[in-house]
């Protein structure tokens, strides 16, 4: 007679866990089991425990094999089950005495092909619990469920996991679904999407019955040994499955939420080092359907905004980077503000040769309006600025726009490379590199999550990608004042009213340094600055808190002393009223002290 339920376990080098699992099973309270134990070569002593163990109990049959992976041993394991059910386990967990037989009798009381049950995380380290994983209420109140019950989070609910689910074995059979062997890394993706997917009635229990180990940074070895293309391939095969399985539902906004969470938990745990590469790699894994789903837009997907002053010398390179742009799904729309030199020129034979550029000619008006004018007939999904004197990496649009849409964001915030222009040396400025930025710091966060270090955050409109849509349903524009150093009102009203912002400290931009530049030529634009200081410190307070607004005032206020005590004596002299104005002013109308070393500049300089 067949037996109740097959336990399939891989097992490989996990000698240190394998008595607790095996005990654990074989003195489960259902005793009409078999237990599979594929040994997949393991090198330690598990061949030894195994053999000990099928002594004691011969519901115990264990098959070695060369090493061949996780997915290619429960294959086996799974060829070879003679069960009404199988669960596929892991060696070096452990299980509650009831497991089975409660998971068996749910199955047999609703019919189902698969019953879902939770687990606790089982600390290796503490050795103790440490958290318990439930399965959402609505659905064990509702259990069993047909798969349309579950809707949208189809996906998701059940973690793509196989050991927290008894199969019926015959189910499996009948759909032909086995583990990837082709993604040894992602091989529990594909069979943990195919058998929900293509199951008709799902059970979902109450109780967990697993512990699963959590061993020290396995989350984060096990992304490592995962690549995007292991994943994205997986992905890919499971959907084209489920789609030739002709399932009554929309399959589409279902896979697609798995897809993106899929993708986020393995962008939570990959070094920033591998981040671009493996960005820019996924649309060559991930199925067509799928790519589009998740990151198609309406064209273009990036309007870049090039304001062109007299930058004849350094627009080449920058549009250069442009037009060679790994993402080509882009508008550049340059804007000639009033060059006396040949810029125009040379904009035009660029346009000549890529119709996505556009002109816009416009007497000389400053940064401020000339982006303001692009943005009028920008139609990009998202915006990046760029400097005509910079230029941007050639996977500067891409890496931004699939980060982006992945997490949804309003803002990007993103690295520069600095380089001299007269030698070309190359070197870190940390304001540029986002060094604010803690370790393992929350993907997405608004201003509320970092006004302790608020001043850290670089105020640049180059080194920010924005959600173009988020800019026009919160009426963000550009001053209409001929001023330097504009980035910063635009950018802190941006930052206040933004509710989805990431960082990506990945260098994408490379940013020229000269003396010709604006904003590095502070002894022509001190009095410019002292205006910024006082627009931007009055949009923050309509929208800041008041740790967050102490925290701009006062470091507003000191970094204007210290720009101010770098200038030549002589322009100290000529801008002294403007920085005495300025203090005057904030302090009138916020009524914060400002540092001592300051107050003492003020009572000087009045004296």
């Known amino acids: ?132 994983v439930k399965m959402p209420d609505e659905y064990i109140q509702k259990s069993p469920l047909e798969r349309q019950d579950i809707g949208n989070n189809l996906f998701l609910f059940a973690a793509n996991v196989p050991w927290n689910k008894l199969i019926r074995l015959d189910f499996l059979k009948k759909t032909a679904i086995r583990f990837d062997e082709q993604a040894r890394h992602a091989d529990d993706v594909f069979f943990g999407l195919c058998s929900i997917g293509a199951a008709q009635k799902i059970s979902v229990m109450l109780e967990p019955f697993i512990y699963y180990r959590i061993h020290s940074n396995s989350q984060t070895a096990y992304t490592k040994e995962t690549s995007v ?29 798995r897809v993106q969470s899929s993708l986020l938990w393995f962008y939570s745990c990959l070094p920033q080092s591998k981040m671009k ?22 064209l273009p997907a990036v309007s870049i905004i090039v304001p062109v002053y007299n930058a004849a010398k350094f627009l080449p390179e920058c549009l250069d980077s442009c037009i060679h742009q790994t993402l080509e799904d882009i508008e550049i729309i340059c804007v000639n503000d009033g060059s006396t030199d040949n810029s125009l020129d040379i904009l035009q034979q660029y346009a000549r040769r890529d119709k996505r550029i556009k002109i816009i000619t416009q007497e000389n008006q400053g940064l401020p309006i000339s982006r303001a004018n692009a943005m009028k007939i920008a139609s990009g999904e998202y ?39 007269e ?33 850290g955050v670089a105020v640049t409109a180059c080194l920010t990608f924005y959600k173009h849509d988020f800019l026009k349903e919160n009426d963000i524009h550009w001053i209409n004042q001929r001023l330097c150093y504009e980035d910063s009102p635009f950018f802190i009203e941006s930052f206040f009213k933004a509710k ?52 701009l005032f006062l470091g507003y206020a000191v970094k204007a002393y210290k720009n101010y005590i770098l200038l030549p004596v002589e322009k100290q002299k000529d801008f002294r009223k403007d920085l005495s104005d300025l203090y005057d002013s904030i302090t009138a109308d916020y009524h914060l002290s400002l540092p001592p070393e300051i107050k003492n500049w003020c009572k000087t300089s009045v004296a």
């Open 229 to 257: 293309s292991d994943l994205c391939q997986t992905l890919s095969r499971a959907y084209l499955y489920l789609k030739e399985c002709d399932l009554p539902f929309d399959l589409l906004p279902a896979y697609i939420n």
């Open 277 to 298: 590469a493996s960005l820019c790699s996924i649309q060559n894994y991930l199925h067509s359907d799928l790519y589009k789903a998740l990151f198609g837009s309406r």
């Open 423 to 455: 030698s070309g040396e190359e070197f870190e400025q940390p304001y540029h590199c986002l060094k604010w930025l803690p370790e393992n710091f929350i993907q997405v966060f608004s201003w509320q999550n970092v006004k302790e270090v608020i001043m």
């Open 1 to 132: 007679m067949s037996p109740k339920v097959s336990v399939v376990i891989p097992v490989y080098n996990a000698s240190a866990y394998l008595p607790q699992c095996l005990d654990t099973i074989l003195l489960q309270t259902l005793m009409d089991i078999e237990v599979i134990c594929v040994n997949d070569g393991s090198t330690d002593n598990s061949s030894e425990v195994l053999a000990a163990y099928t002594q004691m109990d011969e519901r115990l049959k264990v098959i070695h094999q060369e090493n061949a992976g996780a997915a290619v041993a429960r294959n086996r394991g799974m060829k070879e089950a003679t069960g009404e059910y199988i669960i596929f386990l892991d060696a070096d967990d452990f299980f509650a005495a009831d497991m089975l037989e409660k998971m068996l009798a749910t199955a047999q009381k609703d019919q189902s092909d698969v019953v879902v049950c939770g687990w606790w995380q089982f600390s290796q380290n503490e050795q103790k619990v440490v958290r318990q």
């Open 383 to 421: 915006i990046q600025f760029l400097d005509s004197d910079d230029y941007l990496d050639l996977d500067t649009c891409k890496s931004l726009y699939l980060y982006s849409k992945l997490y949804d964001l309003e803002m990007l915030l993103f690295s520069a490379i600095e380089f001299k222009n």
């Open 500 to 551: 989805r912002v990431g960082a990506l400290p990945e260098k994408l931009y490379h940013r020229r340094v000269h003396g010709a530049a604006i904003t590095q030529n502070m002894a022509n634009n001190f009095p410019d600055y002292c205006k910024i200081c006082r627009m931007t410190l009055k949009i923050a307070k309509q929208y800041a808190d008041d740790e967050a607004f102490s925290n």
